[in-house]
């Protein structure tokens, strides 16, 4: 007892012996939220702080997306994120789930909010949580391949206010403003921003093609302790690229989106019992011209294409963890409904009305997941995960389960993470009910993976190795369709490939931290994709990162080079980004920065014609990150 | 046993790693304030980092005993004790001026602020190291 007593006073001691301001840096360390909501348990975790988000720029979830392990930013036809973007296809990324505090962001057709929100300005966010392969069942109603958690700044952290303002290359502009504070036991944070993104235009077949974006957020929270209320309303506004036919270029194209998100979260019996409720609301306008007509049939040319399609999604949540000995048991039971309608479509020649099989799908999700802490250094997961997908008339019912074994052994010095998993996604809608592709009959795509992570902390370094093996069958890919609705569809049709497409994957990173506030690091990415399937292209990619953050006296420097090598349809290049961040007074701060500096970043290319036989004949080429340099000031008060 | 209760120990310190440092933090600035190593303090309502670690404070449940007032909320603090010598734990709580300062988050970090006209008339004299923290 006396040794107890003599290391707490040497604690206390050395504690109290240190200076104040020493103190107030190691307390905002040790603070960091993300400390708070991260599980390394999870899966293969990447955090970016808060600071690593100030110092390094960040605007939007792009920014840090282009440098993602084993994965490079890519946006669909219409210019929306999609980095598993396989081409005509108009969205991908259905595994890729995206989550705003304890609530996924989504629309009911594409499965995954990826699409609306993977471009989506980061001022509003305090820390950003990105669990790669197969991560955790306890995170949603779905399984994933990618989970992003996105947390917002809380009153707890952040009281005050901060208005905000930047202006960009060809015009791009940016406001935005957020106040916060917490009154007798209640917190309210509000958040509204105006965002106008502008870029280069392409010139192609005599037309111009446009990526602008003009996005209006609001974001506003109310909560006490266990209670929490919030609602995120979006519109955005602009040009939709390519559009997603293919066969001609547009002479114009928009697309205009309002979002709403109103969502509630509770905890009850000491945080044990947690209670989500969410509903989604989501429109969407897109309207194409064409100067020449594009064929979207055998029988069919057109030279307007007006689409309303609305979706909505209410999700319920409620999650148990008990403590037993060394076991935490956590089980979910989860249930989403999703409405959708794409029937809407005007073109300027009648076409008889489009039916649709299905407008609604009930999701019943249930998990357990046991966590066994065999001794402080030894930690098992166990977990399984069923979902039953309910629909409408005729469609069949689709039933999946997930397996996923993790076990981490962990030391001051070494980590060991190790997860193996089997999971199944179900087709989203946009794959069965689309006009002009769906297939009702799709099967669940089945996904086995490996992965082992090991990484070696000092005071001074953190170096980390991650190895993955993965096999997947029945991923779904166009096909020519046998039987095709010759009013709408031009052929092909959505099927699964029987032949299995193996995956290996290898990443190195190593960190140098030189100071309290400097620091170096650097990546190492290797993905073989090998496919048995002609459809499918096997490749070999690598990408590299180097990446500085330094502050001196006043100023933050940030350097950051992406080195893209292999990839299919981005190519080879590299992504030198460089931003200096001036504290001009303790509340006032400005900043510039410079991305894809020497415009040498990867392109991606879209498909824009097809012949008759199926062969591409044609391709729009454009860089995936433009050049741009942005000047920001911002006031906090 | 021994060996296990210092186990025990090192793994909550680690776990309660923000809340002991804001209460070295919080004993910094008390020791400051009242001249005190261990200096009597009345927490109105609630200040866990105090409650789970006070340090070289002598937590008291009697405020007019008390040297020192910290509060986490200005609302029902006890009127024989509102003359006293208050320190706020949030910025908001500077609206008051019978706090003489505040340890609190704002723009995501934590800040140390005393307002000088208030510690004159309430006859105090900070150390050196908190000159910074102090607005004129």
Known sequence: MRTLLFISFIFVSLSYGEGIETLLNTYERESELSKKTKDESAGNLIVYTRDDLERMQVESLKDILKSLRLFSYSENRLGQPDILNQEPFTYFSKSVRVYLNEHELLTAITGSGLILFGDMEMDFIDHVEIYVGFPSFDFGVEPATTVIRLYSKTAEHDEGGRVKATLGSYGSNKQNAYYTNKENGISYFIYANRNDVKKDTYAHDGETLKRDLKTNRFYGSLGTQNHKLELHVMETKGDAFLGSLVGSTPENTEIEISFLNLSTSSKFLNDSLKLNLSYINTSNNLEYRYNTPVQVSPILAITTFDQKIKEQAFTANLRKEWKLSNHTVTTGIEYRYKNFDLTDVEFNVLIPPIEQIYYNENIYSLFLEDSIAIDENHLINLSVMQQLYQHEKNVEDIDITQFRLGYTYSNNEWVSKTFLSRQEFAPEPYMTISPQYGNENLLADTYASVLQELSYTTPKTISKIILAYGKSKNIPILVPDTEPDITLNKGLIVANIDKKITIHSAAAEFTLLFSQKDKLELQANYLHYSSLSHDIKSSITYNYVIRMLNSISKFDIFNELVIYDGFSDTGTGYNYSTGIKYQVSKDFHINVKGENIFDSGSEWSYINKVDLSGNITDKVVVPTIERQFTFGMEYLF | ?136
């Open chain 2, 1 to 136: 046993m021994i060996k296990a209760i210092i186990l025990c120990f090192l793994i909550t310190t680690v776990y309660a790693g923000d809340d002991k440092t804001a209460s070295a933090i919080f004993n910094m600035i008390t020791k400051s304030i009242t001249k005190k190593s261990h200096a009597t303090v009345y927490l109105h309502t609630q200040v866990n980092a105090l409650e789970k670690h006070p340090g070289n404070l002598q937590i008291i449940k009697d405020c007019k005993k008390a040297d020192l007032l910290i509060v986490s909320t200005m609302d029902k603090i006890p009127k024989e004790c509102q003359q006293k010598i208050i320190f706020g734990t949030r910025y908001s709580h500077l609206k008051n001026s019978n706090v003489v300062g505040a340890f609190f988050w704002q723009k995501g970090r934590p800040n140390i602020l005393f307002y000088e006209k208030r510690l004159k008339k309430k006859n105090i004299k900070l150390a050196p190291s908190f000159e910074k923290y102090i607005e004129k």
